[in-house]
């Protein structure tokens, strides 16, 4: 119920999270989320069971409600626990991967916003619908989700039909009928009246439901009383059951003689549906929820639903007479409340839980409903109460505010907090740091007064891995492997050690690493790559020591020289001649370039920088030209 000019004093409002789950094949079942807070997901669904391990669950499942409110020691019975088992492997099944995510998500909105997530099973399947999924279970939570009215599960059937806004001058009207045909297992019908009556006692005596019982039990007696009324809630007790042979539910009433006279769903929808005031069924038969495998509409609830009743709440199992008067009575009691049908719903199964013990028949309800908002029907109210509504809302939305606006405030605070911890936690960390640098950095800096390079290296790997970028360091490690780089070269050059360039190399490799614009680096570099006989690398390094430094002779110069050892003697005269250009003073640049003309047969030019380098004073130019 809900009134028009006040909000439920519950203050209970609700998200939806609807999932539908479509026809499936080999115990996989599509599974989408249409609506939500977090957006759509899909999904598959792995039913876990066979059919021969559902039938045992099942059979399992019954037998606990049998036992269900003895007294036991223990904290969880094996019958409770094989429920709990069943109804995990049902929720693990169906909220798998990103339709889980999605009802996360879902639930922390709800939560952020104040308010309840409903849960809204819209199942294609048959063979699915017609499993008591009340029992879903979140181990997460450790609790059955429908147990909590932030969480109530609704079988919900989208229908074409609109439901019209009624408006309902208090007290909303309950029209009670019991069937207990002669032929059948007797119904004491003063006491099933009793408890009804007994859960209502204290509604109807402050004037917030009128109950009417119907004095006749044949389909006339119905059909007369749906004539008169008006009536917004049909509660029924008696025998139900289900056909399978017509996959239809059905109750059964009296014939004139007082004995059975089945009455199917369709039958029972065709009485009721046109009485248009009537928001709400309440089947406190057997079996009232039982579905065919083959038609989603084959149970009661479902076919009064189909047929227009807004919402019908009916059994899936028989229930015992303490867990129907507890059932009753909270769930009269929130809807007196002005709680939305799901959020009474929960509140009955709860209130079952509690006043009995080791009990699962909290379960056995089932709530069809094809109202979008779950809200049956909207009471009017007293300008008095109107007032004093708005005056409620008004306090509340102030309370909300101030609420709101404290809780921004602590945000802020903490977040200030956290970047102050932060900020202190890095600045110590860079102290720490920073002092470990110093005392790394004066070793290092007295291991490179002594020219202990490996030391200079070791220290300087230490130093970068507190701080990789640490320029100072950097520079003077490359510098550590050139210089030991100089001392592999020479001693391999002069024959002092056995071995080749490659150590050189590799250490050069690591300095241009650390300081890669270095241009002698990548000299010193090709040398060794010309000494081991590589000339193309050799070349490639003397290219980029070119790059860096275009005006450096010596570059030019020892990049002929490459040229020259791979017999491309055109390409080594014109780098030397271009060294010359810039530095005529060296009497060797003259020298080397007088080779390649030597051996290209140009002896003319040969002789003239032979002459000119021994002129110069370099030997060998003149040991070359007594050979010319």
């Excluded at 970068?464 to 100072?472: E, I, V, Y």
């Excluded at 010193?524 to 081991?532: A, F, I, P």
Aim: contains cysteine.
């Amino acid at each position: 119920m809900q009134n028009n000019h006040s909000p439920s004093p519950t203050g209970q409002n609700y998200l939806d999270f609807e999932l539908e789950i479509g026809p499936g094949s080999a115990r996989e079942y599509p599974v989408a989320v249409i609506r939500s807070p977090a957006g759509e997901a899909r999904e598959t669904l792995h039913f876990p069971f066979d059919e021969l391990a559902l039938d045992n669950r099942l059979k399992d499942l019954q037998i606990a409600l049998l036992r269900s409110g003895g007294k036991r020691r223990q904290l969880l019975s094996p019958e409770e626990r094989t429920v709990q088992e069943f109804g995990r492997a049902l929720f693990d099944s169906l909220l798998v991967g990103e339709v889980r995510s999605r009802y996360d998500v879902s639930q922390r909105e709800a939560e952020q916003q104040g308010k309840g997530l409903r849960f809204k099973l819209r199942i294609q399947s048959p063979e699915l619908a017609a499993l008591p999924w009340e029992f879903l279970y979140d181990s997460r939570q450790a609790e059955y989700i429908c147990l909590s009215r932030n969480t109530p599960v609704v079988r919900y059937l989208e229908l074409p039909q609109p439901i019209p806004p009624l408006t309902v001058a208090p007290p909303p009207r309950i029209l009670g009928m019991i069937a207990s045909p002669s032929d059948l297992p007797p119904l004491d019908v003063t006491r099933e009246k009793q408890r009804v009556e007994q859960a209502t006692q204290a509604l109807r005596q402050n004037g917030l439901i009128e109950l009417t019982w119907l004095e006749g039990q044949t389909w006339r007696d119905l059909q007369r009383a749906m004539r008169s009324g008006p009536w917004h809630m049909f509660h029924f007790i008696g025998h139900g059951g289900f056909d399978r042979q017509t996959d239809e539910g059905l109750i059964a009433i009296s014939n004139e003689e007082g004995q059975a006279r089945n009455l199917t769903a369709t039958q029972l929808g065709r009485l009721l549906a046109d009485h248009r005031s009537l928001r709400l069924v309440l089947l406190n038969a057997c079996e009232g929820a039982r579905g065919s495998q083959r038609d989603i509409f084959s149970s009661a609830a479902s076919i009064l639903v189909r047929r227009g009743i807004p919402a019908v709440l009916a059994m899936q199992y028989e229930v015992t007479d303490r867990a129907s008067i507890e059932l009753a009575r909270a769930f009269y009691e929130a809807l007196a409340e002005n709680m939305p049908i799901d959020a009474a719903t929960s509140e009955a199964r709860k209130a079952v839980s509690l006043e009995i013990n080791n009990t699962v028949e909290w379960g056995t309800p089932v709530l069809y409903m094809r109202s979008p908002d779950s809200v049956l029907f909207s009471l009017q109210a007293s300008d008095k109460q109107q007032d004093e509504a708005e005056n409620l809302a008004r306090a509340q939305a102030a309370q909300r505010q101030a609420h709101l606006a404290a809780e921004k405030a602590q945000a802020v605070r903490k977040a200030k907090e956290a970047e102050r911890l932060e900020r202190e936690s890095a600045q110590a960390a860079q102290r720490q740091t920073a002092g470990q640098i110093a005392k790394l950095s004066s070793q290092l800096a007295k291991a490179e007064s002594g020219s202990d390079w490996a030391r200079v290296i070791e220290l300087g790997k230490r130093i970068l891995k507190l701080d990789a970028t640490h320029q100072p360091t950097r520079a003077k490690t490359a510098t550590a492997y050139r210089n030991r780089r100089v001392n592999y070269h020479n001693n391999v050059f002069y024959g002092r050690t056995s071995g080749d360039y490659d150590p050189a190399i590799a250490d050069l490799n690591r300095a241009i690493e650390l300081d890669p614009n270095q241009a002698d680096y990548y000299r010193q570099r090709g040398v060794s790559y010309r000494q081991k006989g590589d000339y193309d690398r050799a070349i490639a390094d003397y290219n980029r020591a070119i790059e860096l430094d275009p005006k450096n002779a010596r570059y030019l110069q020892q990049r002929g020289v490459s040229y020259h050892m791979k017999g491309d003697y055109d390409r080594a005269i014109a780098d030397k001649t271009r060294a010359v250009e810039l530095d005529p003073n060296q009497a060797s640049y003259y020298y080397s370039r007088g080779l390649p003309y030597k051996l290209k047969g140009d002896r003319a030019a040969a002789r003239r920088d032979f002459e000119h380098a021994a002129e110069m004073g370099h030997a060998d130019a003149k040991k070359e030209l007594a050979k010319l």
